[in-house]
């Protein structure tokens, strides 16, 4: 069965650079979900979409934008990158208001 | 809001042991949901059940089963002869009335053969 894919599944970058990162969900589901997950940590929610609008948001710093596309993909830019952006962040998607499936992750890392 | 406390930081047990990882959850929604991911060493989280409030059966699912008590707010997770793949760090998470889900801080739970 198809899942939810990310990319790049790695990326470095320098601080103070800036960083996309691209989550394409499974086919038919209508809304994504991106999620920060720091080194020893659990997974903190930072914004979701359903249908192309924010539906919720939760700790993502004003550094950080995201939208969903009409193809239903997601993008999730990050400005000015510090030390403490380096994380795994997953992408998830579901069918609204069924159980979330994440991707594989994007472990991105600021020197 | 939710919270999810998973008190259990690690746990270690020879392959064929029985374990068991506890949540309690807190929440102010009538309506939740509570859910329970794996994160192997690879690093994914594989989704491997969902519960709502409203339904307290036990599940099973081959060596898994889970007990949900809503009377002690809490869903524990019980692998049955465990084995080495079963190493992973566990994640019980809770959703309420929005989008996202809140996570414990995770289980490492390590078989040895």
């Known amino acids: 069965a198809a899942g939810v894919i990310q990319s790049p599944r790695h990326l470095i970058k320098e601080k103070r650079e800036t960083a996309t990162l691209k989550c394409y969900p499974i086919p038919r589901h209508d809304t994504v979900y991106w999620y920060q997950q720091g080194p020893g940590q659990d997974p903190q929610f930072l914004i979701s979409?359903?249908?192309?609008?924010?539906?919720d948001k939760g700790s993502i710093p004003d550094r950080f934008s995201a939208q969903q596309f009409s193809d239903y993909h997601s993008e999730l830019n990050m400005s000015s990158l510090e030390l403490g952006d380096s994380a795994l962040y997953f992408c998830a998607s579901s069918l609204r208001g069924n159980e979330q499936f994440f991707g594989p992750g994007t472990r991105l890392t600021v020197l | 809001a939710q919270k999810v406390t998973q008190a259990q930081t690690e746990i270690s047990v020879v392959e064929k042991e029985d374990v068991t990882l506890d949540c309690v959850y807190e929440?102010?929604?009538?309506?939740?949901?509570l859910f329970w991911y794996k994160q192997p060493p690879s690093g994914e989280l594989v989704f491997l059940i969902r519960?709502?409030?409203?339904?307290?059966q036990n599940e099973i699912s081959g060596r898994y089963s889970w007990n949900f008590q809503k009377s002690t707010s809490s869903f524990n997770f019980t692998i049955t002869a465990s084995q080495v793949v079963d190493s992973a760090v566990y994640f019980c998470?809770?959703?309420?009335?929005?989008?996202?889900?809140?996570f414990g801080t995770g289980t490492r739970l390590q078989v040895f053969p």
């Open positions: 519960r709502n409030s409203f339904d307290e």
């Open positions: 979409f359903y249908e192309k609008m924010q539906s």
């Open positions: 998470a809770a959703q309420g009335n929005t989008d996202k889900l809140i």
């Open positions: 929440t102010r929604d009538t309506t939740y949901y």
